[in-house]
Structures are given as C-alpha cells and as structure tokens.
C-alpha cells in the first residue's frame, strides 16, 4: 500500500538556519504516527510545509502520490489535509458554530447538501452543542481546542494534523482528549492522523508508530516502545529521569 503522505529530503532554511534537513517520513493510510522532539527541532516547521504555510528550500511533499508542493493552504485543505495550531485559532469574534461552519464550508467536501447537519454532529460529537452560540473568545483553553478541532474535522479530512492538542491541559482534560481521539478513530476508520505531543503518555497510548525530530533531522522511529527506550532519543530529548521513571 502507498503512503498516503510521504515528504522526501524535506528541507527549509531561514537565512542562515536550518530548521528542516532532508527529513524523509511516510505516514500510511490509516494510521495514527507521532511526531515527537524538543522544541526547536522542526515538528511546526513540517506541519507548516506539509499545509503549504511555509514553501520548502529544497525537497518535496507528497499527498497520494502528487507533488503538492507550492500549492496554497486553501488548495492544500480542499484535497483533504486539516489541521491545528499549537497556539490555539480559533476565529475568536464569531460562534462555536460559526467556527465548525468555515470547515464544512471549504473544507474537502464530496456533497455541500446538509452542512447544518454536519455542523450538528460535529458540536455533539465535542460536547459543545450547549456552546454553539458562544463566542470562541469567551471559551477557556480546553474547549477552544476543542472548536479548533471541529473546525478541522469539518474540512472533512483524509489526514488530521494535530500540533500539540494537549498544551495547557489538565491531567483530567488530557485523558479526556484521548478519550475523544480514540472515539474518533474508531468512528472515522478511514482517516489518517499525524499528532505533535511532548505528553510521552499520549504518545504511547495512541501512536502505532513515532517519528523523532532533533535539530531538523529524524534522529530515530518505531514503535513507541522503540522509540522511547532508544538511548539517543533518551540523550537529546526524554533525559535519565524518563528512562528511571520507565523501569
């Protein structure tokens, strides 16, 4: 089977730094692979390559097996890649429905008929048919997230990208993210998911595979079990106290 994204030799350079270096992944249809490093290692910076917010240097990215590099992030969205922001944007002025709408509206859609009954599954699907009409402004962390995310799956996605969806969290807020992703797995068999997360449980409980950046190369990838038990991934990014807390 193909992969359903593949980058190859994916390189971007500002001036005079490298924040990409001939990264190669695969994520294959279906699957749900993490992305995983210490902060400035690149994992946005793919993100961002990979949605058409930033043009590579060299390299390139391939969805279906088509080149979409220099494709623009509306264009991007529409063959069927959405995605969250680390910083959270929701279009804070407007609804939570409101929000939901812009993804259903233009995102990939094979039938524009019965988008208000999209909407409305998507608000019951998060637990936010109560919200709909508040303004995302006015919503705490965890549920503008949560409204990123039905923005996102309006699009009607063949690949999630989600950056970091557990940043601010409580641990009861986490498992209850988790919770959701799994629902939506099982529910949406036939998406693909691509997760940025530093929550190494997350990671583990989710993830079939994970990628490891550090300084804009893949450093190692596996499993989660070999991935997290690798001794340079331990080096440069868990340290010794994740690998004692492990045994």
């Given at each position: 089977?193909?992969?359903?994204?593949?980058?190859?030799?994916?390189?971007?350079?500002?001036?005079?730094?490298?924040?990409?270096?001939?990264?190669?992944?695969?994520?294959?249809?279906?699957?749900?692979?993490?992305?995983?490093?210490?902060?400035?290692?690149?994992?946005?910076?793919?993100?961002?390559?990979?949605?058409?917010?930033?043009?590579?240097?060299?390299?390139?990215v391939l969805f279906e097996g088509k080149s979409i590099r220099g494709l623009k992030p509306h264009s991007i969205c529409k063959l069927g890649i959405s995605r969250t922001y680390q910083s959270v944007r929701p279009f804070l002025n407007h609804t939570v429905r409101e929000n939901i709408a812009v993804g259903v509206s233009y995102g990939r859609s094979i039938d524009h008929n019965n988008e208000e009954e999209k909407i409305d599954k998507i608000l019951d699907f998060?637990?936010?048919?109560?919200?709909?009409?508040?303004?995302?402004?006015?919503?705490?962390?965890?549920?503008?997230?949560?409204?990123?995310?039905?923005?996102?799956?309006?699009?009607?996605?063949?690949?999630?990208?989600?950056?970091?969806?557990?940043?601010?969290?409580?641990?009861?807020?986490?498992?209850?993210?988790?919770?959701?992703?799994?629902?939506?797995?099982?529910?949406?068999?036939?998406?693909?998911?691509?997760?940025?997360?530093?929550?190494?449980?997350?990671?583990?409980?989710?993830?079939?595979?994970?990628?490891?950046?550090?300084?804009?190369?893949?450093?190692?990838?596996?499993?989660?079990?070999?991935?997290?038990?690798?001794?340079?991934?331990?080096?440069?990014?868990?340290?010794?106290?994740?690998?004692?807390?492990?045994?």
């Amino acid at each position: 089977m193909d992969p359903l994204l593949e980058t190859r030799e994916l390189t971007k350079q500002f001036g005079g730094v490298l924040a990409v270096k001939n990264v190669a992944i695969k994520v294959e249809p279906n699957e749900i692979l993490g992305l995983i490093g210490p902060n400035g290692a690149g994992k946005t910076t793919v993100f961002n390559l990979i949605t058409g917010l930033e043009r590579p240097t060299s390299g390139d990215v391939l969805f279906e097996g088509k080149s979409i590099r220099g494709l623009k992030p509306h264009s991007i969205c529409k063959l069927g890649i959405s995605r969250t922001y680390q910083s959270v944007r929701p279009f804070l002025n407007h609804t939570v429905r409101e929000n939901i709408a812009v993804g259903v509206s233009y995102g990939r859609s094979i039938d524009h008929n019965n988008e208000e009954e999209k909407i409305d599954k998507i608000l019951d699907f998060l637990n936010l048919t109560s919200k709909q009409s508040l303004l995302a402004k006015n919503l705490p962390i965890e549920q503008r997230k949560l409204v990123e995310v039905g923005r996102a799956l309006g699009g009607n996605p063949k690949l999630l990208l989600l950056d970091e969806p557990m940043a601010g969290l409580n641990p009861k807020e986490m498992s209850d993210f988790v919770e959701l992703m799994n629902t939506l797995r099982q529910t949406n068999k036939d998406m693909t998911i691509l997760i940025v997360e530093h929550v190494m449980k997350v990671i583990s409980s989710v993830c079939s595979r994970v990628i490891v950046l550090h300084s804009g190369e893949v450093l190692s990838s596996g499993t989660p079990q070999e991935v997290l038990s690798d001794k340079k991934v331990i080096e440069v990014y868990l340290g010794e106290s994740y690998s004692k807390s492990e045994n």
